[in-house]
């Protein structure tokens, strides 16, 4: 599973790659810019700690675009009562074979889903104590894209908003890193993944790694102590 990713870019750079790479622009109140929006941009992000997330405008025509807001990287759903942190909970992943029916996730799926933006995500390989965190990204340096679900819940009267990334089976190139993915989105993908009318069955079945690569590139090695 993913437990952290970075975001290491600008809003600019996020609206440019958005219309480059998924034909979605990205739609600021009137009168605003990305050099002159004050939407600040995590740059590396934690469960539990905020990130940027990119929503539709209209979730009944994403084409529109999208709008972002930072958002909590935990999802709490809308029932929760209480404070932030008595969601226990570990959300920031939802796998996919469930999302549609596991109860913290299955409203969200239904009627909230969000696009991810980042410039890695970071998998661990090697023994306990001396694992080596690899950074997964795009070769051709673009950013990455991926399909996410978000939430709103009152907490202390407050509207509190906040998302989690969808996991499935690892493609193989991935599988050496870990047995589970995020699931990136291209154009294609990104509007079923958006269109909350589409079946997203095989866009989670069919788990892609095309074009990605690792830093470092190949998995830590075994301890040989624990192969005794």
């Known amino acids: ?91 920031n992943n939802c796998r996919a074979e469930t999302m549609a029916t596991a109860p913290a996730f299955r409203e969200a799926f239904q009627r909230r889903r969000c696009v991810i933006p980042a410039t890695s995500f970071i998998e661990w390989t090697g023994p306990v ?44 190139w991935m599988a050496r890193f870990h047995d589970r993915q995020p699931i990136v989105l291209d154009r294609a993908r990104a509007r079923t993944w958006l269109d909350l009318a589409a079946d997203v069955g095989p866009l989670i079945s069919s788990a892609s790694a095309d074009g990605l690569v690792a830093d470092p590139p190949e998995p830590a090695a075994a301890d040989p102590m624990l192969e005794l």
């Open 1 to 91: 599973m993913c437990n952290a990713y970075n975001l290491k870019t600008s809003l600019t750079a996020i609206g440019e790659a958005a219309m480059r790479q998924l034909e979605l622009p990205l739609v600021l109140p009137p009168g605003v810019t990305p050099e002159s929006s004050n939407i600040p941009i995590p740059d590396e992000v934690f469960p539990r700690r905020d990130g940027l997330i990119l929503k539709p405008v209209d979730r009944r025509n994403p084409e529109l675009g999208l709008t972002a807001g930072v958002a909590h990287w935990n999802l709490t759903p809308f029932f929760h009562k209480g404070a932030l942190k008595a969601w226990r909970a570990s959300t």
């Open 129 to 172: 104590g001396r694992k080596t965190a690899h950074l997964i990204s795009r070769s051709d340096g673009g950013l990455l894209f991926l399909a996410g679900l978000w939430e709103r819940c009152l907490i202390e009267d407050a509207r509190v908003e906040s998302y989690t990334m969808v996991m499935t089976d690892a493609a193989s």
